[in-house]
């Protein structure tokens, strides 16, 4: 059974850095794409960035210039460094691995930033 654990969140003053973690087991890491999703109180679930299993990269408009998103096979880990962040960007974060019509998520991990 393949498992999904997000790490890293937490309280952070506008403008500062977090760097959340996931990391996947239970299967073969490096044939997943993987990608960072948060949800906002009263708001859907959107997509902040993602990385396919070739190491390619996308990211939100709202969160371009301010994240990077990377991988590490052999720890079986994807990162997403945070930086400049705002309070809009308070959110519990959630990390997915897709593979064809398989999907997993996490269970989320909260960040909040203060004003």
């Known amino acids: 059974q393949v498992q999904v654990v997000e790490s890293g969140g937490g309280l952070v003053q506008a403008g500062g850095s977090l760097r959340l973690s996931c990391a996947a087991s239970?299967?073969?890491?490096?044939?997943?794409?993987f990608g960072w999703y948060r949800q906002a109180p009263g708001k859907q679930r959107e997509l902040v960035a993602e990385?396919?299993?070739?190491?390619?990269?996308n990211y939100a408009d709202s969160v371009k210039g301010r994240s990077a998103i990377s991988r590490d096979n052999a720890k079986n880990t994807v990162v997403l460094q945070m930086n400049s962040l705002k309070p809009e960007d308070t959110a519990v974060y959630y990390c997915?691995?897709?593979?064809?019509?398989?999907?997993?998520w996490g269970q989320g991990t909260q960040v909040t930033v203060s004003s």
């Open positions: 997915n691995a897709k593979y064809v019509f398989l999907s997993y």
């Open positions: 990385i396919t299993r070739s190491g390619g990269t």
């Open positions: 239970g299967t073969t890491f490096s044939a997943y794409d």
